[in-house]
């Protein structure tokens, strides 16, 4: 390569990189957007990992549903009924029924027997979730109810944080079986 063509590479890349250093000084320097109130700030969280999981239970093949990574575990389709299924219980919880439905896989499996009813029922999870936050707003997250599986009262912060952990495990879980499958998971693809 000519001498001043690789010059001109060395000083193109250097002033990009001052540039880019202002850049990010400046935006250390400005002060930070004031944050939204506590139930905005949940809702975002529950609607990030809602979207994911619908994002996958819509994208994976109807066909490897039943799919698992080894025979002593769900399938994809019985971990997306397990997730909403007890996103379900903890909102119902939360609403303030203690009535719980007795299941296991097989059954919720029979009810809900297609990718279709699968994600139906999903999307019908994550907006009743959605929905319970705005209605309770902040005064929910400090609102005491029974907690669905164990017999203590527990405030709707936990409720909620245990919640979305519990789908944040699975979704993790059902990368897996994305990467098995020789498939890159909706949130891991590049932005368009």
Known sequence: MPKNISTLIVIG?????????????K???????PAVNPSQELSWGWND??????????????????????????????????VAYDCNIMISAMKGSVERI??????LYKKYP???????YLKQAVTGGAELIKAQGDSGLA????????????HGLLGWMGIIEHAGEHYGQLVVYYRINGMIPPASRPKK
């Open 27 to 33: 935006k250390q320097t400005e002060s930070p957007k």
């Open 49 to 82: 990992i809602g979207k994911k999981l619908i994002a996958m239970a819509e994208d994976f093949p109807e066909d490897k549903y039943s799919f698992k990574a080894q025979k002593d575990e769900r399938s994809f389709g019985e971990n997306l009924l397990h």
């Open 102 to 107: 007795a299941w296991n896989e097989d059954s």
């Open 143 to 154: 609102r005491e109810f029974k907690f669905p599986w164990g017999n203590f009262m527990a």
């Open 114 to 120: 297609t990718k279709a009813e699968i994600v139906k």
């Open 13 to 25: 890349l250097a002033a990009y990189l001052v540039t880019f250093a202002s850049a990010q000084e």
